[in-house]
């Protein structure tokens, strides 16, 4: 296994259009993570995902974001009608299931920038 | 809701020195990761620690998690510029595993 990764590395796209990642994490994990992060900044929590179940979702997360988690498997975050401040490193992360002292494996993150 | 203040933001030093970040909140975490994340990257998980009062070596590096779990540090010795990044301190939750990430400190190791 490669560990978590992450497609597409950079997309540019037009205030307005829809946009979506891809996450396919390291395959005996349960646990998902989404987290945006923004130059200079720690990232921040977004949503996450035990298999397919989508159990928690941030303030963050405004109506135009979606995460789906189908099977269990990857997973796709959608961003509709983008707009300027969505720009930044959107980052995956997967960890095996149990008590929080599991570390998480990231991505190497997809970034975003809308024009 | 929790928080996690990390200091300094910014550290510049030479080759050789000793540095301390800090990571400090009013709340308590079940656990307490430190990353570092080059540019471009995702972070890298350096450690996990989870029992208050926890002392964990890495080389050069020690971390430490405040006996009451809601402050940790990181300390370097003999920096080197291969140290040179976004260190991040995050809190950890036992039932979720969602993690609560500090602003980061950016490290910059001159030779």
């Known amino acids: 296994d490669t560990g978590v990764s992450q497609d597409p590395r950079h997309k540019i796209t037009k205030r307005g259009q829809n946009v979506t990642f891809r996450c396919d994490p390291i395959?005996?994990?349960?646990?998902l993570y989404w987290y945006r992060q923004t130059l200079g900044q720690g990232p921040e929590f977004l949503t996450y995902?035990?298999?397919?179940?989508?159990?928690?979702k941030s303030r963050l997360l405004s109506d135009r974001f979606s995460a789906e988690r189908p099977k269990g498997s990857f997973s796709t975050l959608e961003i509709q009608r983008t707009e300027q401040g969505d720009s930044a490193m959107y980052l995956c992360?997967?960890?095996?299931?149990?008590?929080?002292?599991?570390?998480?494996?990231f991505g190497s993150g997809t970034r975003l920038t809308v024009v | 809701t929790q928080l996690l203040e990390q200091s300094p933001q910014f550290l510049s030093i030479q080759e050789g020195e000793n540095l301390t970040v800090y990571c400090n909140s009013s709340?308590?975490?079940?656990?307490l990761q430190w990353y570092r994340q080059e540019p471009g990257e995702g972070p890298v998980l350096l450690v996990t620690?989870?029992?208050?009062?926890e002392v964990k070596k890495l080389k050069r590096l020690t971390f430490q998690f405040g006996d009451a779990r809601k402050d940790s540090s990181l300390h370097i010795t003999a920096a080197q510029p291969g140290d040179t990044g976004l260190y991040l301190c995050?809190?950890?939750?036992?039932?979720?595993?969602?993690?609560?990430f500090g602003q980061g400190t950016t490290l910059q190791v001159k030779p």
């Open positions: 395959s005996e994990h349960n646990r």
């Open positions: 995050a809190g950890g939750s036992s039932n979720t595993g969602k993690l609560i």
């Open positions: 709340s308590v975490f079940s656990s």
């Open positions: 995902f035990q298999n397919e179940a989508q159990l928690e």
């Open positions: 620690v989870v029992t208050g009062g």
């Open positions: 992360a997967s960890r095996a299931g149990g008590t929080g002292g599991n570390g998480y494996t």
